[in-house]
């Protein structure tokens, strides 16, 4: 739970910046494949992503509505990654204009239990890291190079001349 909306903002910013990065590698070739038919296509995960920094920001009452309920997933991966650009931008201004430091402790309905404004913000960013797992996992078996967003990539410690960790 966050208990300062400045960190939840320092973590938001790294955290986005990340995920814009994995979606910067999807493709209109790698987009729609399937790993297995259980596993969402790296357009459903990005759109999901997206979906849900409006619609957890609607149920939070941060955002009037919820503009994508419903929608269709955009016809090009540059389109979602702008969106999301602009939703996560978005987000981040609502959270520091609509809420303080001494209102995250405040209780909001989500999803028929009573969450505290600061969970909100913490599942906001775990639920995004979660997802950006797997959407690393995707690109790696479609032999993508993924960032380093907790330290170098592999493909990163080769650049420096070194050999990955085990």
């Known amino acids: 739970m966050y208990r300062k909306i400045q960190d939840f903002l320092n973590d938001w910013n790294y955290e986005s910046e990340g995920t814009a990065k994995i979606f910067s590698l999807i493709t209109d070739a790698n987009r729609r494949q399937e790993i297995h038919e259980g596993v969402r296509s790296l357009e459903r995960l990005s759109w999901h992503l997206t979906q849900t920094i409006t619609e957890m920001g609607h149920r939070a009452g941060l955002f009037p509505v919820d503009p994508f309920e419903g929608e269709d997933i955009p016809l090009n991966p ?89």
């Open 78 to 166: 540059a389109s979602i990654l702008e969106i999301y650009k602009d939703y996560s931008e978005q987000i981040a201004k609502a959270v520091n204009s609509k809420w303080t430091d001494s209102t995250l402790e405040d209780q909001v309905d989500m999803y028929g239990e009573q969450w505290s404004k600061g969970t909100i913000l913490r599942v906001l960013i775990n639920h995004q890291s979660h997802h950006r797992g797997q959407m690393t996992v995707i690109l790696r078996m479609f032999d993508i190079p993924v960032p380093g967003l907790y330290g170098p990539s592999k493909e990163e410690w080769a650049q420096m001349g070194m050999l990955a960790p085990d």
